[in-house]
């Protein structure tokens, strides 16, 4: 067999990881697909465990054709081996420089042991995560997040519980909820922070995505169908129970976002499917020198970041939904290619794609604003009893007090201070929460490491990298 070479490590099998890789292999060049899950696919396309025997499982999913598309042309490139995909490897560090990467990867579900690959090139296309904003009880046996239920049940056929609320704010909320729904949960109320006015002062976005639009009205109707009390300008204010959850107290908001006093109600559940939104992964961007733009990373027209050899694709860059993640993707794929086999990149061959990335870009962003009117003031609502961060059971008041009391101005110190963020989370969960309660800016951490990695691990002799 003839080793094709330049070799490019995409990292991260999700949509955006699949059409970089794809763009790539189509052009040459050798790819290596590391990804932590059994199947490609990622969140978004995650696909329930062989062994279940899931007989449709494009019931639980939305663009299934474009995922039929995207497994077809993986299953091509593995059999004329320009692909070899990596799963269940866990990446926990990328080193080195343009034309000779090393990227580090913890193996199975044990991630006992470790595996490198070189490289000549690094795509990372690894997702997202969802933001979390503690609240009284949301540490209860049945608070789950709005993510997680989607994953237990589009990857175990599982749902979480028979009576569910969904909370929080952001879009995934609504196919979250209807996926509980159709699955045979029963689904007793849809809580989200955002109204209608945030989305009709916004109405020209709307006119110009008419398949988002499409989208979004199909959602409204199955909740219709369903019988889902949609709650919109409301808030979960606790979670009760005392061996699980029993119910929560659900809020009306006013235009500054505090509870409108008289409006609570008690909905009796045994589940509680809660987000606030989507939040890059940057960590292996940190570990390598890469500009973070806000919350995401920094990238040029190719998807290229500002260290020499990487690109970043998807969520990673930017949260914005699956058809621009399979954008970016193709585009940082083709550039790639290009890039590390020596050719001028010809930004015609992915035109298309780059007016669906400049369109879905501002989409997004006028999306992200409207949910932005999520609760405003709802650190005022968490008791100094309220944990925190979950890993360390630090409580607000330990926080409060370390800034009031103790002089902390920064997450770093109060980090120091409490142990806020310390734990096995390394603050991913944490974090958001604990800056909002301090009252201090949420910035960026540079980690060497991008997840826990054990001590035998980084005390083993470097093995040489596997070639590809």
Known sequence: MTTLRPVLAVIGAGPAGLAAALAAAARGVRVVLIDSAAEPGGQFYRQPARGLGALRPQALHHQWRTWERLRDGLGAHLAADRITHLSDHHVWC???RSGDLTVHALIGPEQEESVAVRADGV???TGGYEKVLPFPGWTLPGVVTAGGAQALLKGGLVVPGRTTVVAGTGPLLL???????????RVVALVESAGPRDFTRRARTWVGAPAKL??????????LRQRVSVMTRHVVLEAHGTERLEAVTVAALDSE???VPGSERRVVCDTLAVGHGLLPHTDLADGLGCRVDGPGVWVDDEQRTDVPGVWAAGETTGVGGSALSLAEGHIAGRSAAARLTGTAPDPREWAPAARARTRLRSFFAALDAAYAARPARWTEQVTDETVVCRCEEVTAGAVREAVDTLGAGDLRTVKLLT????????GRVCEPGVAAVAGCALTPARRLLARPVPLGVLAAPADPPTPQ
């Open 214 to 223: 499409a989208e979004g009205a199909s959602y409204a109707t199955r909740l």
């Open 123 to 125: 795509l990372l296309a």
């Open 419 to 426: 142990r806020a963020g310390m734990g096995w989370c390394q």
């Open 94 to 96: 990328v080193q080195g």
């Open 257 to 259: 976002g505090r509870p």
């Open 175 to 185: 196919p979250v909820a209807t996926g509980l729904a159709a699955a045979g949960a």
